[in-house]
């Protein structure tokens, strides 16, 4: 039996993820989003039985600290570190407020549930972490995003290669623009990018399980277009990088 618990899986890549997972025999999922509807219908929604949920909203300590103690009270083969959030916007005129329970979300409900789960890791356990293109190749208009992106990002890769040789796999998963309502309840439009970034939440699940169960490297980053574009992001150069991305910014120089 694979116990497997997964944040921010109600719907978009963490649904799509459960729902893969859930069809191999033997697997339990415990889904955990801040909607207690929806997480009911996305657990009767799963092949398979034993499943479960929580009810957490990840950018509060003490619910973060709910779901470290179920962690800690109980052994998961696998941790998909999947909520966030994502605000557009200029810098500065956003709220201060919103920006830092991002970044609560974002980063600190990362960190505090990786710490747990790798304290109680065993061999052929495995630790996911979605980050996003985003972390490396930032988005003028989404400065704080992309930054807690690069954090989860950069965490993953050093995480990986700390306890790779105790049998612990951890892959920071990095999709491109999935469609889902994330951009415009960030205030934005996947309609604003090039299509060959845009991915459905099944194609990028995909990716992270095949990711998950191959085991090769820290990093996965979800659509050949995605990969293609961050390659041309490397050859162009940091300013050239940030230039064309700000064509797409939600906002105006």
Known sequence: MTDVLITGASD???????????????????????????????????????????????????????????????????????????????????????????????????VTLAHEFLRHAQAGDALVNTASFLGYAPLPGSAVYSATKAFVATLSETLWWEYRKRGVYVLGFSPGVITTGFHTAAGGSVARYPQVLVQSPDAAARELVRALRRRRGPVAVSGSGTRRFLLLMRLVGRKAAITMLGTRSPIRQ
């Open 12 to 110: 978009g890549i963490g649904l799509a993820v459960a729902r893969l997972l859930a069809a191999s025999d033997g697997t339990r999922l415990t889904l955990v989003a801040r909607g207690e509807a929806k997480l009911q219908e996305a657990v009767r929604s799963l092949p398979g039985s034993g499943h479960d949920l929580m009810v957490a909203d990840l950018s509060r300590s003490d619910d973060t600290a709910k779901v470290a103690l179920r962690l800690a009270a109980r052994h998961y083969d696998v941790l998909i570190n999947n909520a966030g959030v994502g605000i557009y916007g200029r810098f500065a005129e956003l709220s201060l407020a919103d920006q830092q329970a991002m970044m609560a979300l974002n980063m600190g409900s990362v």
